[in-house]
């Protein structure tokens, strides 16, 4: 059974996109801890990303690397943090999220509330500097 992120990339569910290559997709996380927060997962269905290859993990830290460049252009922050949590859904991904503070990161706090204007404006904003 596919996962919901599968289901993303093959287009069956919308998202906000903000890029993708042959092995990798990246999309804003609809429940964002921060705005700007964007999921970077593999095409390939797996559900810990330790049990990827070790060039396929390379591959995917370096498109993160392109993404979290562009999110730190486009969103106030002073870094953007990296998380891998894996539970939440059963697809290898990667957050990112721009982060000033240490507690920005506390995936415990209220989430940002986004309308879908603001996402779009978000996912422009980062999308236009890739």
Do not use: W
């Not at 289901?7 to 092995?23: N, Q």
């Not at 804003?28 to 921060?34: R, S």
């Not at 697809?91 to 204007?117: C, N, R, W, Y």
């Amino acid at each position: 059974m596919a996962t919901i992120f599968s289901k993303i990339v093959k287009g069956e569910i919308p998202c906000y996109k903000i890029a993708e290559d042959e092995r990798f997709f990246a999309f804003l996380d609809i429940n964002p801890v921060m705005k700007g927060h964007t999921l970077v997962i593999p095409k390939r269905e797996d559900d810990y990303i330790f049990h990827l290859e070790d060039d396929e993990i390379g591959a995917m830290m370096v498109f993160a690397k392109k993404v979290a460049k562009a999110i730190e252009k486009a969103v106030p922050c002073k870094r953007i943090a990296v998380a891998v949590i894996g539970l939440e859904v059963p697809h290898a991904h990667i957050h990112l999220i721009p982060i000033s503070q240490e507690g920005d990161m506390d995936f415990k706090k209220e989430h940002v509330k986004m309308t879908p204007e603001e996402f779009v404006e978000v996912q422009k904003k980062i999308v236009a500097n890739l």
